[in-house]
């Protein structure tokens, strides 16, 4: 009896003293826990506060199976055994499953089997006042979209695993997401949390909410407008451009047909992808204005300078018309960009070299990237060296190169601003955790032409929507409004594919002074005109008009002094 005493005693020395720190940290080991604490997805919002994309805190209900069986229901001041069916009795009608699918979820092995998701936080509070032991809720969320479609595309969506999808939620995911805390506590042997078991805890840190320059209202609007006329005309696609004059903010980027964030899972690629700054085509005639902006500020023209127009020309090996018929016509500067004459354009152009056009066409954003802080195509502006014979004239009047309607638009904007361009901005700012508005650094300004050259052009487009012009259907009663007609043919292989068009109007309002710039772009319409005075041009008016009074700009009450068309 000694001799066994003996060892117990040893052995209690040694479990005691000489083992006791490592027993003792294995134990703590095994009691040990670890949930992450998940960080707050910001919100994104438009530019005047309005929710675009949130975050809803939900639960997952997850039961360890093995635990499951011990379930005591309450009746009375008792605990009464029932087991793993009385159980699923208790959760069914929290969870809306059958009692039978339920007993089937919560028998078996798995200790982390998830039987719920997507639980409102006040239900699984609920369910775990049951009590059922190896029952937790953790924590999850799911991103909503209240306003569907609109700015779907600028946006993007977070799917069901919680990885940011194309958009700003893609772009910006880094300052969305945030950095997860976590919470280590101790757990006894029957699941139970030990009150005073925690040991450490570290607060998660929230992502930033993000403001665009978009105008929820007017984003819907222009999707509205663009979408009512995609399909009267029977176009493949249609894009619409909002910009503020002044500062180049995005205030609306309509891409139709488009889809709804909050069901990604409906949508197609051609539906997903931001096509207004992926999709590029040949401008037309909306590139002239940079044809003519260069010959006014290299002091080769001026908006009265006569041209006489034949019915065609001939350079290189091509013979070059208008887009109709007509005999000698004698055109000024004002006159040829008012009939938007391909002829008169090329006469233009040919007072300029081809390195001066080139360089215009570059400062003006045409070959590369607007920076804007998304996916977007640089466009396609071969080097004027590696220009052919006839391409030296088709860039004059926007073919032979590409753009997309963001850059398009950002042309008439440095028009707009007096000549100086600005990056497009879609990103206001942010607020983080320190609860203050950061605003987005400022893109530095670039002078193309001067003031002077950049108010001559907007005379003349006036012309563009006056009664002789091409665009009478872009005019907004009791405002000035410039702007330029588009009608282009589409490139195919080995040449133009007959019947197919791009039809565009872009403009400004008010003319003396702008407050935005609108672009409405209209790919291969296949019913009616496919002009695009006669398509693109009411696009624009209701949607610039809308927009002005939205945004309370006045008319400015002056009167566009007139420039002769013609010469005699």
């Not at 479990?15 to 670890?34: H, I, K, M, P």
């Not at 400004?508 to 702008?514: L, N, R």
Request: net charge neutral.
């Amino acid at each position: 009896m000694l001799f066994l005493l003996s060892l117990f005693g040893g052995r209690l020395v040694q479990v005691q003293g000489f083992d006791a720190s490592a027993l003792a940290a294995q134990a703590l080991e095994n009691r040990t826990q670890t949930e992450p604490l998940y960080a707050h997805r910001g919100d994104i919002v438009d530019a005047r506060g309005t929710v675009l994309a949130t975050t809803i805190e939900l639960r997952d209900i997850r039961v360890d199976q093995t635990l499951v069986g011990q379930y005591r229901r309450r009746v009375g001041d008792e605990r009464v055994p029932v087991g793993v069916r009385g159980a699923a009795e208790d959760l069914a009608p929290f969870l809306g499953i059958g009692v039978d699918t339920l007993t089937a979820e919560l028998t078996g092995t798995n200790k982390g089997a998830t039987i719920a998701r997507g639980v409102r936080p006040d239900l699984a509070r609920e369910i775990l006042r049951l009590a059922v032991p190896g029952l937790y809720a953790y924590q999850a969320s799911r991103r909503v979209y209240d306003n569907g479609a609109v700015a779907a595309n600028v946006l993007g969506w977070v799917d069901r695993e919680g990885q940011a999808r194309g958009g700003m939620e893609q772009a910006l995911n880094s300052s969305l997401t945030g950095t997860d805390g976590r919470l280590v506590y101790e757990k006894s042997l029957d699941g139970a949390t030990i009150p005073t078991g925690v040991i450490s805890e570290t607060d998660p840190r929230d992502g930033c909410s993000v403001r665009l320059t978009i105008d929820r209202d007017l984003q819907w609007k222009a999707q509205e407008l663009l979408a009512a006329q995609v399909k009267a005309t029977g176009s493949q696609h249609g894009y619409a451009v909002v910009l503020d004059a002044r500062t180049f903010a995005v205030r609306a980027l309509a891409t139709v047909p488009t889809f709804d964030p909050n069901h990604p899972e409906r949508a197609t690629q051609d539906t997903i992808n931001d096509r207004s700054m992926l999709d590029t085509f040949e401008p037309g005639s909306t590139a002239k204005v940079i044809t003519l902006s260069a010959a006014l500020e290299e002091h080769k023209a001026t908006p009265t300078t006569p041209f006489t127009v034949p019915p065609f020309v001939k350079r290189s090996d091509a013979v070059f018309h208008d887009a109709e018929t007509h005999g000698t016509e004698k055109l000024t500067l004002a006159g040829v960009l008012a009939q938007s004459s391909n002829i008169g354009t090329i006469l233009t152009g040919e007072r300029l070299q081809p390195e001066t056009l080139s360089r215009y066409q570059r400062l003006f954003g045409l070959g590369t990237p607007t920076g804007v802080g998304l996916p977007e195509s640089s466009g396609l502006l071969s080097d004027w060296r590696s220009w052919s014979g006839t391409q030296h004239y088709t860039v004059m009047f926007g073919q032979g190169m590409s753009v997309t309607a963001l850059q398009a638009a950002g042309v008439f904007a440095t028009l707009a601003n007096d000549g100086v361009r600005l990056r497009p901005q879609l990103v206001a700012g942010t607020t983080c955790a320190d609860g203050v508005f950061h605003p987005a650094a400022p893109s530095q300004p670039l002078r193309v032409v001067s003031t002077d050259t950049a108010r001559q052009m907007r005379l003349m487009m006036e012309q563009v929507v006056g009664e002789h012009g091409t665009a009478v259907k872009a005019s907004i009663p009791g405002y000035r409004v410039a702007g330029k007609t588009g009608t282009a043919q589409i490139p195919g292989n080995g040449g133009y594919l007959p019947g197919a068009y791009t039809a565009s109007f872009i403009g400004m309002a008010p003319a003396d002074a702008p407050g935005l710039v609108v672009a409405v772009v209209l790919d291969r319409p296949s019913k009616g005109s496919h002009f695009g005075g006669d398509i693109a041009a009411p696009v624009f008016r209701d949607l610039m008009a809308w927009a002005l009074r939205q945004d309370k700009i006045p008319p400015t009450g002056t009167t566009p002094p007139r420039i002769p068309l013609r010469w005699n």
